[in-house]
């Protein structure tokens, strides 16, 4: 199993480092292409690669034209399958934090939830793989209140790094009846205000977490971004009044994510390319949306 995935690795990693030239080959492809279309002459650089780029692109479809990338290598079979999550936490977690992860469970469809104890991160990932997991998420803490989120994605990553704020769980509610029972359907997902390239890829690793829903099911679950401040909010909904008139209630949890790392390997692998990662001068520029408008 380590050498199969050890050889997948660096597979993977060799299909990456073919993107540049790739990239270049499809620019001039497409530099051709739209002189063709315009009836302009061809650019003087590539008047002596004209011949060979024209049989290429007289071979090419829809499905060949534009390159791949590692993205979509990593999700390549995510339709194939339902998402398989192991949930899990620091170490020697607090009632709080254990609370809010039981509460998780239930929020992600196909979750398992496991006691961390003494295991390594290595330990877990390598179980993960061998079960056909597809998703790792850890929750850690500060001094009992839940502050991190940290999303792997398997076999090859990605690995998003969110900040945890103002969670509040079901059990913190007093007023059970109001919240009710929470189902579990694989819910619809809303995706507001992923605008950006960055804002894309984060909506990209939250919603492969979710397998695909019925279309009668009443449960919703909303990524609604703001100010980079991603706001996670559960609901159903009822239609007491005939169609034209759903109400909606929440059930809960509710929290607020914040993207601080991207990286394009697993968790255990601290040697992983970084992709995206926040600065401390990034702070101080409020006009600027990384994510969404």
């Not at 079979?77 to 254990?98: G, K, Q, V």
Request: glycine share 6%.
């Amino acid at each position: 199993m380590l050498r199969r995935n050890i050889r997948l690795r660096r597979e993977y990693l060799y299909r990456k480092n073919l993107e540049g030239k790739e990239r270049l080959l499809y620019e001039k492809k497409r530099k051709i292409k739209q002189a063709l279309e315009e009836g302009k002459p061809v650019p003087t650089e590539l008047s002596y690669e004209l011949a060979s780029l024209q049989k290429e692109i007289d071979l090419e479809d829809e499905n060949t034209a534009v390159p791949r990338t590692h993205i979509d290598d990593e999700y390549a079979n995510a339709t194939e399958m339902d998402p398989m999550i192991l949930l899990t936490t620091s170490r020697n977690p607090s009632a709080p934090l254990t609370q809010f992860v039981k509460e998780l469970k239930f929020v992600f469809p196909n979750a398992q939830r496991i006691n961390r104890g003494g295991q390594v991160i290595s330990e877990i990932i390598q179980y993960c793989r061998s079960n056909d997991f597809t998703d790792v998420i850890l929750v850690h803490e500060h001094r009992g209140v839940p502050d991190g989120l940290i999303i792997s994605h398997l076999p090859f990553g990605p690995t998003a790094c969110f900040g945890l704020l103002n969670v509040v769980t079901r059990h913190d509610i007093k007023d059970k009846k109001a919240i009710g029972t929470m189902p579990e359907a694989y819910p619809h997902l809303i995706l507001n205000n992923f605008s950006t390239k960055l804002g894309e890829r984060t909506a990209n690793i939250l919603k492969h977490l979710f397998p695909v829903p019925k279309p009668d099911t009443k449960r919703i679950i909303t990524f609604a971004n703001q100010s980079d401040y991603i706001s996670f909010r559960h609901h159903i909904y009822e239609k007491r009044g005939g169609p034209k008139s759903p109400e909606l209630k929440e059930i809960g949890p509710r929290f607020e994510l914040r993207l601080y790392q991207i990286k394009l390997g697993t968790m255990e692998q601290n040697e992983a390319q970084i992709e995206w990662v926040i600065r401390p001068y990034m702070n101080t520029t409020r006009k600027r949306k990384f994510i969404g408008d």
